[in-house]
């Protein structure tokens, strides 16, 4: 079990450009959740799935905003035509069945120029 | 609806003294309640839960937390500060029903030596 990674770290882009973040969850949690953090803030949800499907949305998502997990593993957020306000730390968690309990990734930090 | 309300944006103690972090909490339903913790350029991590079990709860590294229904509170404590508990607290409600978690807006550990 090596936990929830996240890729990349950091991430700096231009305003207007598109970004891709990727999430690999602990192995076999069918859970897998997007929150936006910012400073000073608790972290917000996005998005969450079990398995491949995705449950539910954030009205905080959005329609620049488009995630997917293809194959029930690993999921991706994308960003489309960025703006300054997406600067933020995109986090990724996983769960298993009925567990509760979340295990976080570090985080992607984006930064918007 | 469900809602997390952290009455301290920061608190600060001296080493070996007693902490508090304070959050109350709003839930339509059963809650299950958590504390989770962040330093620094790291993941959050899980410190306790409350899942209708036991309403005093021991989590990792001394601290617990006692879940009041009647005041609608799940405060942090610890008996002693360490130094390495300065990092940013997190308590979040999860109604009954429900995978999505409420953050609230983080309180931030201070400790002098």
């Known amino acids: 079990d090596t936990g929830v990674s996240q890729n990349p770290r950091h991430k700096i882009t231009k305003r207007g450009q598109n970004v891709t973040f990727r999430c690999d969850p602990i192995s076999e949690h069918n859970r897998l959740y997007w929150y936006r953090q910012t400073l000073g803030q608790g972290p917000e949800f996005l998005t969450y799935f079990q398995n491949e499907a995705q449950l539910e949305k954030s009205r905080l998502l959005s329609d620049r905003f488009s995630a997917e997990r293809p194959k029930g593993s690993f999921s991706t957020l994308e960003i489309q035509r960025t703006e300054q306000g997406d600067s933020a730390m995109y986090l990724c968690?996983?769960?298993?069945?009925?567990?509760?309990?979340?295990?976080f990734g570090p985080g992607t930090r984006l930064l918007v120029l | 609806a469900q809602s997390v309300t952290q009455l301290d944006s920061h608190v600060s103690v001296s080493e070996g003294t007693p902490v508090l972090l304070r959050c109350n909490y709003s839930?339509?339903?059963?809650?299950?309640l958590f504390w989770y913790v962040q330093h620094p350029n790291k993941g959050l991590q899980l410190l306790l839960k409350?899942?209708?079990?036991?309403?005093l709860v021991k989590g990792i590294n001394g601290f617990e937390a006692e879940f009041k229904k009647s005041e609608t509170s799940f405060h942090l404590t610890k008996p002693s500060a360490h130094m390495s508990d300065a990092a940013e607290y997190f308590c979040v409600v999860r109604s009954g029903g429900s995978y999505i978690p409420t953050f609230g807006r983080g309180t931030s550990l201070i400790v002098h030596p």
């Open positions: 839930s339509s339903y059963s809650p299950s």
């Open positions: 968690a996983s769960s298993q069945g009925g567990e509760e309990t979340q295990y």
């Open positions: 409350y899942t209708s079990a036991a309403t």
